[in-house]
């Protein structure tokens, strides 16, 4: 549940938040589609049902492995063609009023003809890192909410845990088909010849960082 928050009578003082700025924008489950694609801003801001939900900025792992993931599909050839692969912020739109920003959205050679400049209504796969303040999130909160849009595979990247699953849409539910960890390698099976060394890709991501 959101906290409350209890917005002064007087006007807003140098040094305090602008608190005014507050009575411009509609209250938590009022927010319209159109307001929230209205929005501006270089936070990670997904919408849910009326509700907008402006998530913690990732640290630089974070960032470091979703542009290996995505620079590794977007040169992934696929029976001599690419497909697109857009790493957040980007939009995957899905029903019952809900937006989203996978870390990764990859669409396969095939479905190109649905790629658009400003957001996405359906990806082949999905990849979210798992951020530590709320894991949940892209355990169980994606992916419920991934199966429902139709993605036909998510995978969870666990940086703490160094571990990646590989979950395929059956039914209308996902399956985890693998548990990739230190020293093993993740496979695909939507996205033809798109594997991930665990510990490589790791290492990788850290060997950017200043030492």
Not at 32 to 52: H, K, P, Q, W
Not at 112 to 137: F, G, K, M, Q, T
């Amino acid at each position: 549940m959101l906290p409350t928050v209890t917005i002064p009578v007087r006007p807003s003082r140098r040094g305090e938040p602008l608190w005014e700025l507050l009575e411009l924008f509609p209250e938590q489950g009022e927010w319209s589609e159109e307001a929230y694609l209205r929005l501006n801003t270089n936070r990670l801001v997904e919408f849910n049902d009326g509700c907008i939900e402006v998530l913690p900025m990732p640290d630089a792992l974070h960032q470091l492995l979703a542009w290996l993931l995505t620079t590794t599909l977007n040169t992934l050839e696929i029976d001599g063609n690419v497909g697109v692969a857009i790493p957040a912020p980007f939009k995957l739109k899905g029903p019952n009023r809900k937006w989203r920003e996978p870390d990764v959205s990859y669409l396969l050679p095939k479905n190109r003809h649905r790629y658009r400049r400003d957001w996405w209504d359906y990806a082949d796969l999905a990849i979210e890192i798992v951020s530590s303040d709320d894991p949940s999130r892209d355990y169980v909160t994606k992916r419920e909410e991934y199966a429902v849009m139709g993605v036909p595979e998510y995978w969870i990247i666990d940086p703490a845990k160094q571990v990646i699953h590989v979950l395929v849409l059956t039914e209308g539910a996902y399956r985890e088909v693998q548990m990739a960890g230190a020293g093993e390698v993740a496979v695909s099976c939507t996205v033809p010849g798109f594997t991930v060394d665990v510990t490589g890709i790791h290492s990788r991501a850290k060997a950017h960082e200043p030492r």
